[in-house]
């Protein structure tokens, strides 16, 4: 079976310009989620480099389950943008109001910086 890696980390790029066009869109829940999915997706792509088989959505845990060497600060970053998988998403997450009313530009602006320094750092450790 042919290794998908370089698909993955294509999808990651692509879904970091979503969150960033949505940012400007004013639609901060979805920047955060596609900022979330394209963080998720490039730890994904070099576990898939590696040839390890990464299962999950939790990407702090994915971070950590790497066979390299991963800065406790960068698992944090990973640990905010699992924060927002799912109340991004969903109103039943929130006591009130629909997802869009909990994010704003301070939200988006954070997960898509914690998304791109996750994306660099797999692209420094792309074989």
């Known amino acids: 079976m042919p290794n998908r890696a370089k698909d993955w980390i294509a999808q990651a790029e692509r879904d970091l310009e979503q969150a960033t066009a949505s940012q400007e869109q004013g639609r901060h829940e979805w ?5 979330q ?3 998720e997706k490039a730890v994904k792509a070099l576990h898939l480099a590696l040839d390890q088989k990464p299962l999950g959505y939790s990407v702090s845990r994915l971070l950590r389950e790497l066979p390299v060497p991963v800065e406790s600060a960068l698992v944090e970053k990973g640990e905010v943008l699992d924060r927002v998988y799912i109340p991004s ?3 039943d997450s929130h006591p009130g109001g629909a997802p869009f009313e909990h994010y704003g530009p301070p ?3 954070e997960t898509i910086q ?3 320094a996750i994306l660099d750092f797999v692209r420094s450790k792309m074989p």
Do not use: E, K, L, V
């Open 89 to 91: 998403r969903y109103p």
């Open 37 to 39: 999915q394209s963080a």
């Open 114 to 116: 914690h998304a791109r």
């Open 31 to 35: 920047a955060c989620f596609a900022a």
């Open 107 to 109: 939200q988006s602006g």
